[in-house]
Each structure stands twice: as structure tokens, then as C-alpha cells.
Nanobody, 123 residues
Framework: QVRLVESGGGSVQAGGSLRLSCLIT?????????IAWVRQAPGKEREGVSC??????SYSDSVKGRFTISRDKDKSLVYLQMNSLKPEDTALYYC?????????????????WGQGTQVTVAS
């Protein structure tokens, strides 16, 4: 059973940075899975932020140029480096996967989810 555990969230001032981590366990081929970061703000739908796969990386327009996704295959970790944070980035951030090689076109429909890590950006 694949398990994802996020960490690294916190509270920062606007303009600050955070790095989120997603540890993937339960499989010997986790480096082949596409892993996504999805966020959900209060009262809003889940929003795909970024995804990394064997093909490459993708970002939503709202974070492009500010966030960077990467992975450490040896440690089964996927990171989300978040710079120039804005109050509108405040949300619960999840990592998610389908145990597939490609990213899901509907970021709300991933099969496996972590418990989430809270990011709060003060103005």
C-alpha cells in the first residue's frame, strides 16, 4: 500500500519561502510514479499546483516562476520549493499519486493522498 507523508508547512510573511517534502513509502518503484502537489484553501476546490513525472514537470499559472518541484529518487522524496509566497498561497497542501507514470489531468481525482501540511502566508 502506497503511503504519502507531507512535511514542511508553516507560517511565513509574504515574500518568504518554504520547502515542502513528500515521503513516499510502500513500493520499490516510487521513482517511476508521477507525484503531484495539490492545495485546498478554505471554501475552495482543490487546485493542482505542480506535478513531476518521468516526462518532466508542470506548474499552475498561479505558481509558475515561484515554485519548483523536484525529487530525490534515492530517498523517495518529492519537494516543493515555494518562494515569493503570497497570502493567496495559504492552503492545505497535499501530495498525491495514482501510482502511474503520468500526471492526472484532474488534480482532484488522485487515488492516493497524504494527510496534508498547512501553509499560511501573512500579508
Amino acid at each position: 500500500q502506497v503511503r504519502l507523508v507531507e512535511s514542511g508547512g508553516g507560517s511565513v510573511q509574504a515574500g518568504g519561502s518554504l520547502r515542502l517534502s513528500c515521503l513516499i513509502t510502500g513500493s520499490t518503484v516510487t521513482d517511476m510514479y508521477a507525484i503531484a502537489w495539490v492545495r485546498q484553501a478554505p471554501g475552495k476546490e482543490r487546485e493542482g499546483v505542480s506535478c513531476i513525472s518521468m516526462i518532466g514537470t508542470s506548474y499552475s499559472d498561479s505558481v509558475k516562476g515561484r515554485f519548483t518541484i523536484s525529487r530525490d529518487k534515492d530517498k523517495s522524496l518529492v519537494y516543493l520549493q515555494m518562494n515569493s509566497l503570497k497570502p493567496e498561497d495559504t492552503a492545505l497542501y497535499y501530495c498525491a499519486t495514482d501510482r502511474a507514470a503520468v500526471c492526472n489531468n484532474d488534480p482532484g481525482k488522485y487515488t492516493y493522498w497524504g494527510q496534508g501540511t498547512q501553509v499560511t502566508v501573512a500579508s
